[in-house]
């Protein structure tokens, strides 16, 4: 268990009022405020904080399963929940049905309205430029969420809102603009500082970040990308911005790549890895919401001798299972990252099963003991089969399964061990079992590798190269620190993508990477088999949540959804 976010009581009671409040009204203010101390780092955290739920499930779900990561499957009605999973993995988001996940954007949403009011209470004089800035550059963070995801997106900024008037979503590339000119204007202001002090907070090196991640998208973000005719390799204008960006992290020295693949993804990760700019920080105890595991841990894996080497007490769903398509990706012998995928890599990757024995709680390396479900020995396909048949429900009335949208594999072991799993963020069994689910791993957000790979990207494209670095150079430099064979050419942007996927599994960039190469509409899973319009370049912006709509009846939903 991590002790090191631990807070007073009264503090974490004021941290945790209104972070999740879906009602939140985008305009409104507080008319009064303790005036101590501790109601104003409440508060400040209240900002910094407000995407720790989010991040911790339903975000993950819906940006994880609507890359070719993961396929959500359901057991013969088990997590089925009227698609709502499925339909994100089939590229066949449905507003009403997958509300929950869509809803995040609330979430979001709320944060830039704490931020507001606090900057309005402050004030954005030069005296208080240290405290505001920060501020700024998360709500400009917030602001990129929704652009990135939802496209067109309100700019919320409290000197220019009008109380009397419905907010009005502006056009993603002004949006992107408005961020741009945002970041610039904060980003000296921002502490430099890199400490556990600073940890999880806006620094001067998350904005330089947030302004690559801008920048080597801005093609997406200022073209109509949801057009058939957008090309992912017509000449970006800001491709050397985003090599100054991510020059001002190098030559900070203040990050690296030193730290080991595995160890900086546990549930003991935090301030002292090297490689995290921005990251937020979950305590099973004090930060609560991370439970990544519940998901991608097959089914019945906490029972008898199960998939970790302490039974865990609390359920598991099991529904998160990774494409074939994308384990194909962890091929490469020798390579770290090949210890997060619960199945056959490297030199096995053509192996279909995968004989499967627990992990060991300490280090989240297999042991020698077989995973066992009531006596038989666990072993997960590669490839994930629907189910066929029929079965029996609660009611005593016989269901016939036809392999459809509801992406059934049975509930059986057959069907609960289909497809790979990622033990990327490895729990800490005993804080699961005691703290319903909740996982002590922080989740990075921003990190140096991505810096490396960015500006990579960004030369390979017609960028300027700088500080006698070359593609292949920074390509290395991220194949050495994982142990992986290094290349004897600079990589094309195929290569690229694919050492993005087995970078930042789990890390939420997927589905931006795949839009960005131009590979959203490549065939994976099944949502091809079930979704005859998957190729619809509409579907590149997700459809906003019911809720949305419903809170904001002068919004009209995006192309592609219906209304």
Known sequence: ????????????????????????????????????????????????????????????????????????????????????????????????????????????????????????????????????????????????LLMDNWGDTPIIDYKVVDNNSAIERSPRAEV?????????????????????????????????ALLAKLYINWNVYTQDVTSSSWSSTTPNEKLNDCIAACDRVIKSQLFN???????????????????????????????????????????????DNGFYSIEMTNSVGGNMTLTPEFVELFRLPGDDRNTVIAGNTGENIDEESFDVYQYDNATGMPTNVRNTYKGDLVTFSKSISLATGSYTDNSGNVIIRTPDADLNCGATLTGWTQGYRSIKFFPDINDYNVYSRNQDNDVPIFRYA???????????????????????????????????????????????????????????????????????????????????????????????ARDVLNANTNWKQNPGYGE
């Not at 339903?58 to 339909?87: K, W």
């Not at 556990?196 to 907070?201: D, F, L, P, R």
């Not at 301030?271 to 991370?290: E, H, L, R």
């Not at 494209?461 to 670095?469: C, K, S, V």
Request: proline share 3%; glycine share 6%; charged share 25%.
């Open 1 to 144: 268990m991590k002790t090191r976010y631990f807070i007073s009581a009264a503090l974490l009671a004021l941290t945790t009022v209104g972070c999740s409040d879906l009602d939140v009204d985008i305009k409104s203010q507080y008319t009064e405020y303790p005036d101590s101390e501790i109601a104003l780092s409440a508060r400040i955290n209240n900002a910094y904080y407000a995407f720790r739920g989010a991040l911790g499930r339903r975000y993950d779900e819906l940006i994880s399963c609507n890359s070719d990561e993961y396929t959500a499957v359901s057991f013969d009605g088990d997590y089925l929940n009227g698609r709502d999973m499925s339909n994100i993995s089939l590229h066949m988001v449905n507003a009403d049905a997958s509300n929950s996940q869509l809803a995040v954007y609330n979430d979001i949403q709320a944060g830039i309205v704490n931020c507001n009011q606090l900057l309005m209470d402050l004030g954005e004089g030069e005296d208080q430029a240290s405290l505001t800035a920060p501020l700024r550059a998360v709500r400009a963070f917030y602001t990129f």
């Open 257 to 303: 790549l030193n730290d080991g693949y595995k160890e900086k993804f546990m549930y003991t990760n935090g301030a002292q890895i090297k490689d995290f700019i921005y990251a937020m920080p979950y305590d099973a105890v004090t930060a609560q919401g991370m439970t990544y595991a519940r998901f991608r841990t097959w089914r019945r894996g906490q029972n």
């Open 176 to 208: 992107a603009k408005w961020i741009e000119t945002e970041l610039l204007a904060v980003r000296d202001n921002c502490p430099s500082e890199v400490s556990e002090s600073t940890y999880g907070t806006p620094t001067c090196w998350m904005v330089d």
């Open 450 to 544: 991505d810096i490396i790979l960015m500006k990579c990207e960004a030369i390979v494209r017609g960028g300027t190269a700088t500080l006698g670095d070359t593609p292949q150079s920074l390509f290395n430099q991220i194949r050495t620190y994982v142990h992986a064979p290094e290349l004897n050419h600079d990589p094309d942007l195929q290569e690229i993508l694919d050492e993005r996927g087995r970078e930042f599994l789990d890390e939420h960039w997927r589905r931006n990477d795949l839009i960005r190469f131009g590979d959203f509409e490549r065939d994976w899973g099944f949502k091809y088999d079930y979704n005859p319009d998957a190729a619809n370049p509409q579907y590149r912006l997700l459809p906003l």
